[in-house]
């Protein structure tokens, strides 16, 4: 709690900047949770500093640009870019090797989840660009479906707790799991749609 009243006292004085600036910072490795920073800008927007709908965009337009100034850093230096300092303290050659195996077997799929996974979306982005496999384009609109997700349920938590701060931080604490089977069951309900759309094709059906 104290680290959210900590962002919302710097965000109600800088505002949009200040939220963007953040979000950016923690797509390139800053240690501050992209997801507590999202939920303060929607604080700062339920105290009446910042209209909610507006901080949605800033917030969707901090986080893809993070993500792909990480994406195009892997995809333009390649390993190399594992020497610079701020990719040292984040992404040990360990992690890396882990990473890069995963998106072989599974590819944007690895992207699209990344976004959920505090701690692992620098990595798993950075690798993405890495390794060739994915276009910046297909990279960026699987990345930008993926926080059409999560930005809004982050940024609208905080507006509609934001004068609630210790049920707000319940929320928060279980928002990931939240969103995780929400993803969950959308993937699954797109899945038994296609299956079912497919089953009739092969019926004849209309």
Not at 120 to 148: E, V, Y
Request: overall charge positive.
């Amino acid at each position: 709690m104290d680290f959210l009243q900590t962002l919302v006292s710097i965000f109600m004085q800088y505002g949009y900047f200040a939220v963007f600036g953040i979000l950016i910072l923690c797509g390139f490795g800053l240690p501050v949770p992209e997801d507590i920073s999202l939920t303060a800008g929607g604080v700062i927007s339920g105290l009446g500093y910042a209209n909610v709908h507006i901080m949605f965009f800033v917030g969707m337009a901090g986080v893809l640009l993070g993500d792909a100034f990480v994406f195009w850093l892997g995809s333009y230096y390649g390993e190399k870019a594992l020497t610079l300092p701020v990719l040292r303290t984040v992404l040990h050659p360990e992690r890396f090797d882990k990473v890069r195996e995963q998106f072989k077997k599974y590819g944007r799929w690895v992207v699209f989840f990344g976004r959920f996974m505090p701690g692992l979306r620098m990595p798993i982005f950075f690798t993405a660009g890495t390794s060739k496999q994915i276009s910046f384009i297909r990279f960026f609109l699987t990345d930008g479906f993926a926080a059409l997700i999560s930005v809004p349920i982050w940024v609208y938590l905080g507006y509609f707790g934001a004068h609630n701060f210790d049920e707000l931080m319940v929320w928060v604490r279980n928002g990931q799991t939240i969103i995780l089977v929400l993803v969950g069951i959308s993937i699954a309900g797109l899945a038994f749609y296609w299956w079912r759309r497919k089953h009739r094709e092969s019926r004849g059906e209309n």
